[in-house]
């Protein structure tokens, strides 16, 4: 069964940190770009962070640039989001998606995780 799974939610106070992982199984993520997307409550989801299939390109959202980097390692088919800085806009349940290439349309992306929440507060 091909599926992503989203881990290292969790409940941070404002200014700390969490690293949410993306992990594929069933397929590799070496021809895949990944996206995280989050949705907080009563909100539509939006794009956080993307990283092409090397690595080599990323993207961030306004919002989140400058407090979140995103890696992936190839060789334990993981794709890291790194979040510094939290702050309570960023409470929701973070989602990560493969596609092809980087971007934020979410319909063009194939594969979804279950999401992770995240909260930040004190």
């Known amino acids: 069964q091909l599926q992503l799974v989203e881990s290292g939610g969790g409940l941070v106070q404002p200014g700390g940190s969490l690293r949410l992982s993306c992990a594929a199984s069933g397929f590799t993520l070496d021809y895949y770009a990944i996206g995280w997307f989050r949705q907080a409550p009563g909100k539509e989801r939006e794009g956080v962070s993307c990283?092409?299939?090397?690595?080599?390109?990323?993207n961030f959202a306004d919002s989140v640039k400058g407090r979140f980097t995103i890696s992936r390692d190839n060789a334990k088919n993981t794709v890291y989001l790194q979040m510094n800085s939290l702050k309570p806009e960023d409470t929701a349940v973070y989602y990560c998606?493969?596609?092809?290439?980087?971007?934020?349309?979410?319909?063009?992306?194939?594969?979804w995780g279950q999401g992770t929440q995240v909260t930040v507060s004190s």
């Open positions: 998606a493969a596609d092809a290439t980087c971007s934020y349309y979410q319909h063009y992306y194939d594969y």
């Open positions: 990283i092409n299939i090397s690595g080599g390109s990323t």
